[in-house]
């Protein structure tokens, strides 16, 4: 994000010298290494980590992040990607590191998306509760959309018959509009 605002506010010197600066860390690294070295220090901390934390605040949680300790950072980067990439199965470290306190089984089961716990949520109590965000008197919605079609598909969702991706983007949107717009007071 921040290559795209340094870009998108006319500075085009400053993408390759912040490009620069994160490769000096890795100078001479594989591709991978190098990628995954900037990634660490562009991506992850602002689209990531940042939001979770805001989201977490909010909700008087607190949030850790061990794999984010500089330590663990500098210690995964000095890893050849052969040894990360080898097996082409995500998160081999990770993995390797658990196998002693979980089954075999979960980590051979296929991945599971967010898709049931948001379900069985919106048949409960976040049905009356997406609605309220959505369509309640301090709800951005219905000031861009059509209120009757964010209700049917609340309902929808309620059934189990409704698309959950779209309410979960409408009430991202909801937030990001309040955050945004109205002040996060609202």
């Known amino acids: 994000d921040l290559l795209l605002r340094a870009g998108h506010m006319g500075d085009r010197d400053l993408v ?3 490009l620069d600066r994160w490769r000096d860390g890795v100078a001479g690294r594989d591709p991978v290494a190098q990628a995954l070295h900037i990634r660490a220090r562009t991506h992850l901390p602002e689209a990531v980590l940042m ?6 605040a909010q909700n008087r949680l607190l949030l850790r992040f061990p794999y984010a300790d500089p330590e663990v950072v500098s210690w995964l980067e000095r890893l050849p990607a052969s040894y990360r990439l080898e097996g082409g199965k995500g998160k081999r470290l990770h993995r390797e590191a658990l196998s ?3 089954p075999a089984a979960v980590f051979s089961r296929p991945k599971r998306d967010l898709g049931d716990p948001v379900r069985s949520w919106l048949l409960g109590e976040g049905r009356q509760k997406a609605s309220e965000w959505l369509l309640g008197p301090a709800a951005w919605i219905p000031s861009v959309l059509d209120g009757v079609r964010v209700r049917g598909l609340i309902e929808n969702a309620g059934r189990g018959r409704a698309n959950i991706d ?3 983007m409408l009430l991202q949107l909801e937030h990001w509009a309040r955050d945004t717009f109205l002040g996060s007071g609202r």
Request: proline letters at 13%.
């Open 16 to 18: 390759p010298k912040l």
């Open 51 to 56: 939001p979770a934390e805001r989201l977490a």
């Open 100 to 102: 002693a306190w979980l």
């Open 166 to 168: 779209q309410l979960v």
